[in-house]
């Protein structure tokens, strides 16, 4: 059997050939880092995580929570890193962000299945194929894509995060909660009142910009939108969004602030956390100068500015089908962020679906064909042609998993009911011959 070349080794890369090995296919893993590196990655290690360092929601009431819990059920490499990784972070699932992505790297190293090249992916090679080269693609081989499909040109602009040192967060001017009690107090919170949040979105919305050519407010992606277009928006679109207040009470006070900006641990020490929600591009010399505008951060230590990279999608209800391959040229599959599907969660969704259902494939046996009532099958399924109009990256949601055949009443309730069937359903797929092949090898 010949082996499938995985450009890529981020989320969706890893997870597919992990999927792909353990089923006895060969891989040929093509990584360019550390050889190369692209402006938002600092780490030589796989799967490396260059925006937050949260996982979302890990409650099956939520949409992404339900996509974790099928992943986990089928053995996936990234969700079994997550929670060997996992640090607090409330009703969240964050990671210690380089042990995270170490294991990972570790793991696929130790697998004899897959062959390692660390090299940089300029061509896309003759047989099976799958291209996980993600947002941050280098030039050359997003020219290739480009010219294998027409119709990827398409584009946004997606921002990373600054991280500070928790020693240099003034604790009077700040307090460990989170939202509503909600989970335990592992958020730190950075109060504003009206006055001192007046003045910040003020500078934020007029400070100065690091250079990006063809950037414009109108190219960046709704989920992932820097501060400073924001304060941009209007004066109050930060208080309704990262900075929202509400059931964020001092506990030495019981005050509720004006404004509340929220830390989240980034990594397993707690000594750095992360500014949630603060995607930016500012220069680095205005992040320092706005930010310290917070009264909590007047003395902060970034460890981390934020940056903004390109994001580069396809247009797949047209190019891809229901196994992400490419319907012009089967042997070509595609996975990541690349396809659309948004997050980290997602991507690597993605090549777990592709690694399952090529190692079908290429084993003689029949497809899985994860179904819309399942939540990794709904993405699928919505990237191959389930969206409406101008197609844009999907977050995972119960609004494109099928629906339940009876009324229920209350939200939670309802995706509670949703999520049992969907993982009543992957106990069943379980049993296809491409799962019981797994588990002899």
């Known amino acids: 059997m010949e082996k499938v070349t995985v450009l890529g080794a981020g989320l969706a890369g890893s997870e597919c050939a992990w999927q792909l090995a353990r089923r006895g296919v ?32 890990d409650e099956l009431t939520n949409a992404v929570g339900l996509l974790k819990a099928e992943m986990r059920k089928m053995g996936s490499l990234i969700m079994e890193s997550a929670d060997r990784n996992r640090v607090a972070a409330g009703g969240a699932l964050a990671v210690d962000r380089l042990g995270f992505s170490k294991y990972i790297t570790d793991r696929i190293s130790a697998c004899g299945n897959i062959e390692i090249i660390r090299a940089e992916a300029a061509e896309i ?57 909600k989970g335990t107090a592992d958020y730190v919170n950075c109060p504003m009142e009206k006055d001192e949040y007046l003045a910040f979105v003020a500078e934020l919305a007029q400070a100065r910009e690091a250079e990006v050519h063809g950037f414009d407010d109108g190219g960046v992606f709704e989920g992932c939108m820097p501060v400073e277009v924001m304060a941009r928006r209007g004066v109050d679109t930060l208080r309704y969004g990262p900075l929202k207040p509400v059931g964020l009470r001092d506990p030495r006070t019981g005050h509720e602030s004006y404004a509340v900006v929220q830390l989240r641990r980034d990594n397993a020490d707690g000594t750095i956390y992360n500014m949630v929600g603060f995607q930016t591009h500012l220069t680095w010399g205005e992040q320092k100068r706005v930010f310290s505008m917070i009264p909590a951060l007047k003395n902060a230590e970034f460890v981390r500015y934020g940056v903004m990279h390109r994001n580069t999608y396809l247009n797949s209800p047209r190019l891809l089908d229901r196994y992400y391959r490419l319907k012009s040229e089967p042997r070509i599959s595609f996975a990541g962020q690349m396809t659309g599907v948004e997050g980290y969660v997602e991507s690597a969704a993605s090549g777990m679906l592709v690694g399952i259902e090529t190692a079908a494939r290429l084993l003689g046996l029949p497809p ?21 109009g101008d197609f844009q990256p999907m977050n995972i949601n119960f609004g494109i998993i099928k629906a339940l055949e009876r009324r229920v009443k209350g939200k939670r309730n309802k995706n509670a009911e949703i999520s049992a069937r969907s993982l009543g359903i992957i106990d069943g797929l379980m049993e296809s011959e491409v799962f019981r092949y797994e588990n002899n090898n």
């Open 26 to 57: 060969g891989v040929r893993l093509v990584e360019m880092k550390p050889e190369k590196m692209s402006p938002a990655h600092s780490s030589p290690y796989f799967a490396e995580l260059v925006c937050s360092n949260s996982l979302r929601s």
């Open 125 to 181: 090679p003759e047989g099976e194929t799958v291209i996980a080269t993600g947002p941050l693609s280098s030039d050359a081989i997003a020219g290739r894509i480009a010219a294998l499909c027409p119709d990827s040109d398409l584009h946004f602009y997606d921002a990373v995060a600054p991280i500070v040192t928790l020693e240099s967060v003034d604790m009077d001017s700040a307090f460990f909660a989170s939202r509503y009690d």
């Open 368 to 388: 899985v064909d994860f179904p819309q009532e399942t939540a990794i099958g709904a993405l699928g399924l919505y990237i191959s042609g389930g969206s409406v």
